[in-house]
């Protein structure tokens, strides 16, 4: 019954087409019989107009009625000036009655096309089950593809995000690191002052004690020998025991300040740098994975694989007597390759987006066909 109805409502269709195109066809045979009406009407007036013509030359050889003459004149001239505007209007309406003619007969001629690949899908009815079900296999195959696709950039956006806020903490961690290092090169620098200040204060007791032997005198009895040389002896004591308090105050210092806060110092830079050593492996792993999956070719992926492992030189390794600022240059070096591998991972991304959208573009014209072929199979 559908069929039935398709067909009935077609061959309205058609006689619809065919009705109208009679109609203009008789529109145009109208405007024609007009046209050839005004072009009698013109040489009926181009007679008249001699006639006219001949007589106002004998009136005016005459000396007749010039006023009168000159008014006829001007009414001929405008019923010409009238007749002549309404035979280019028919003109055009019988140029623009012709392009409708042609288009009319040029939907009959598709009508006609159409009708021929109906009737031809209709007597083999196999063609159009195998064509269907070949799209709907391939519709159905890009669909997974594109599932997957979406899928892996899910991750992909995951992951991003949390190694953004990982880089995030260890910029922060970074900060504070710096802050630290320059109290302590504060603390240093205060504690290198204080030990200048008692150094020229060491040097100056020796000044003293020098010219105190200097001005001791040398008298010949044993007695003022004896306490000359004890009291310079006192002094020197003294002078040792101011030396040696200052020393052990250098080394408890430097112990107890400097080597705890750097040797925690060192610990924080080792655990940052341990962390974006594991989150760029991570998106190295990521990006080779996804190269091999994808359809790169060989030198887009070799030449992300130098962008994501740069070389790093063999000088670099940990040591224990390292100070803060080359592990801060290292660590600065470790932040270029991550933020390269990041890079990277962007860049693929972008691929499978461009990926994503052409399948789905390919999808929807698959799907196009699709909706085309089930509509001439429900028609037939």
């Keep these: 019954m559908e069929l039935l109805n398709g067909k009935s409502r077609k ?19 109208g405007l024609r019989c007009a046209y050839d009406v005004a072009e009698k009407v013109l040489r009926e007036l181009s007679v008249k107009l001699e006639m006219y013509e001949a007589l106002m030359f004998f009136l005016k050889s005459k000396d ?9 004149d001007k009414k001929y001239r405008q019923t010409c000036k009238f007749l002549e505007e309404q035979a280019a209007d028919r003109e055009m309406e019988r140029d623009d009655s012709q392009k409708q003619i042609l288009a009319l007969q040029e939907q009959l001629k598709n009508s006609d096309k159409d009708r021929v690949t109906f009737a031809n899908i209709n007597e083999e009815p196999g063609v159009g089950k195998t064509a269907s079900s070949t799209v709907r296999e391939r519709v159905e195959h890009l669909e997974a593809k594109l599932k997957e696709t979406s ?16 880089k ?19 603390q240093v ?61 250098r080394l408890s210092q430097e112990l107890v300040g400097s080597e705890g806060a750097l040797r925690e ?17 991570e998106l190295e792993e990521q990006s080779s994975t996804i190269s091999t999956t994808t359809c790169s070719s ?29 592990q801060l240059a290292r660590l600065r070096e470790k932040l270029v390759r991550h933020a390269r591998a990041e890079d990277a991972a962007l860049k693929r ?17 698959y799907q196009t066909e699709r909706d085309i072929l089930k509509k001439k199979y429900l028609t037939n």
């Design 189 to 249: 620098k205060t504690k290198t002052e204080t030990e200048s200040e008692l150094r020229t204060l060491v040097s100056e007791l020796e000044c003293i004690i020098s010219y105190q032997n200097q001005s001791v005198p040398s008298s010949p009895e044993k007695s003022g020998k004896h306490v000359g040389n004890s009291e310079v002896q006192a002094l020197r004591e003294h002078v040792r025991c101011l030396e040696a308090e200052v020393q052990k105050l």
């Design 298 to 326: 060989p030198s887009e992926d070799m030449s992300v694989r130098d962008v994501v492992r740069p070389k790093t030189p063999t000088s670099l390794t940990m040591n224990d007597c390292e100070i803060p600022l080359q």
């Design 349 to 365: 991304i972008r691929d499978l987006e461009m990926q994503v959208y052409t399948l789905k573009a390919t999808i929807d014209e």
């Design 64 to 72: 007749f009625w010039p006023y009168q003459i000159d008014v006829a």
């Design 265 to 281: 110092l060192r610990d924080q830079l080792v655990e940052v740098e341990n962390t974006i050593d594991k989150k760029t492996k």
């Design 168 to 186: 995030d903490e260890a910029v922060e961690k970074i900060f504070f690191l710096r802050d630290v290092i320059r109290e302590l090169e504060a």
């Design 151 to 166: 899928e892996i950039l899910e991750a992909r956006d995951q992951k991003l995000k949390e190694i953004e806020s990982e």
């Design 11 to 29: 061959f309205k269709n058609i006689c619809f087409d065919k009705f109208k195109c009679a109609r203009i066809y008789g529109e145009y045979l």
